[in-house]
């Protein structure tokens, strides 16, 4: 079920600052309890831990501490992940050098689940107000109002007719998190492809015929620039930099760098919103299915591989492709387009036409002696298509252009 978090953020608030100091004290006695005793099950922990909270906190709504013992739980769930994790990698996936101990997870950040069963939600079409009190019969409880933003209102008005559901919020010392819940919707049956080969700086589409029941499977190709995600990332840089420079303590570089690093991740990713929803506005307008490649693991590889470090790090730093391929996935879900991963291996490499693959390829374009001459992003993209096509179970005619049966179809838009 496709999910997405409403974020508020509001000034500081006395009752709001009693409540999350009562409930992080809950929460670090949870995980106190759960490492030294190795307990995970949130109901054990409640079980054990209720009739000393009871006593602590007598005022308190039992579902608060219920709730706070849950937020504790998590924290223990993600610790031990990520130890296990670490174990699994062994000592080299060791972040810590000569140091294998995990010590307790510290709280830096309180958080704490807001019951539905104590929880009003209210929503005018332009207001919205949150009620919820500290003890069971607070006569002054808590409201928080907001002004959301006309992108959540339209989600906000989806919840209040009933075309979502409303997940449980999550409340910090200044901040609120409320999920909306989307039903999925059935993936339409795809009558063509549109393949995406992400390049560095661009992005080369291919888009194929919008019927191919005929047996031709022509297809144009665009080229989307994607450059301005690479400059931002190269711009924070640059301002980390100046902001570092003379600076001895490490306190304060943090803060230079967690401040440009939060600006440039939220700019990154609201460009790449924009492309993922031009290409599934596309998909949907074709019936078509998105292709990609199966790029997981490839930031490993580069960083494993001899490269210069200039390469290195513009690779692995200012080139943001997992970043899209997971926007385009969850959108493509949320709106019901099919989504295809197919293999990388050789795209950019291998002739379209008669399948020959170019081994000492050097350069941006691609000449096969069969007479091919384009770029090679285009004849990644239509390699993508190919490979797109067959894994959608499409019958593909096999007529190349110099006579040979076994050859792919001439039809790919390929005459130079």
């Known amino acids: 079920m496709p999910t997405v978090c409403l974020k508020f953020r509001f000034n500081e608030n006395s009752k709001i600052k009693t409540l999350m100091d009562a409930c992080a004290s809950i929460q670090r006695q949870a995980v106190d309890f759960a490492i030294d005793n190795n307990k995970t099950a949130t109901f054990t922990i409640i079980k054990a831990l209720y009739p000393s909270l ?3 906190f007598p005022n308190l709504h039992s579902l608060w501490l219920q709730s706070a013992v849950r937020s504790g739980a998590a924290v223990v ?3 031990k992940n990520r130890k296990r994790k670490r174990k699994g990698k062994g000592t080299t996936g060791q972040r810590t050098t000569g ?11 309180p958080f704490v689940y807001v019951s539905k069963q104590i929880l009003k939600v209210d929503f005018d079409g332009k207001k919205l107000t949150l009620t919820f009190p500290i003890s069971p019969y607070d006569k002054e409880p808590i409201i928080l109002t907001f002004r959301p933003h006309h992108k959540y209102c339209r989600l906000l008005d989806d919840w209040k007719e009933g075309r979502a559901k409303m997940g449980e919020p999550t409340l910090t010392y200044n901040s609120i998190s409320i999920p909306i819940k989307f039903p999925e919707f059935e993936p339409y049956k795809p009558k063509t492809v549109i393949a995406v080969d992400s390049n560095e700086l661009n992005l080369t589409v291919y888009v194929g015929a919008r019927d191919m029941g005929q047996g031709t499977f022509k297809g144009c190709l665009r080229e989307i620039d994607t450059s301005y995600a690479a400059r931002i990332s190269r711009d924070h840089e640059r301002r980390v930099r100046r902001g ?9 570089k943090r803060k230079v760098a967690s401040k440009h690093g939060r600006i440039r991740k939220e700019k990154v990713k609201n460009f790449w919103h924009h492309i993922a929803l031009m290409l599934i506005a596309w998909a949907m307008a074709n019936k078509a299915a998105i292709v ?3 790029l997981k693991g490839m930031k490993g590889r580069i960083a494993s591989k001899h490269k210069s470090r200039r390469m290195r790090q513009r690779l692995l730093n200012f080139w943001s492709v997992m970043t899209f391929h997971k926007i385009l996935a969850q959108k493509a879900g949320f709106y019901g387009v099919p989504l295809v991963f197919v293999p990388p291996e050789n795209t950019s490499r291998t002739c379209p036409i008669c399948g020959r693959v170019n081994e000492r390829l050097r350069g941006h374009v691609f000449e096969c002696p069969c007479g091919l001459k384009k770029g090679r992003h285009e004849v990644g993209a239509i390699n993508i298509a190919c490979r797109g096509l067959e894994f959608l179970g499409f019958v593909m005619p096999r007529q190349g252009l110099v006579g040979d049966p076994c050859c792919l179809s001439s039809d790919f838009g390929l005459k130079a």
């Open 292 to 294: 990609l490649e199966d």
């Open 77 to 79: 769930h993600s610790f």
């Open 99 to 109: 140091n294998t101990n995990f010590q307790k997870p510290k709280i830096k950040r």
């Open 54 to 56: 009871r006593t602590q």
């Open 244 to 252: 570092t420079k003379g600076k001895q303590n490490p306190k304060a």
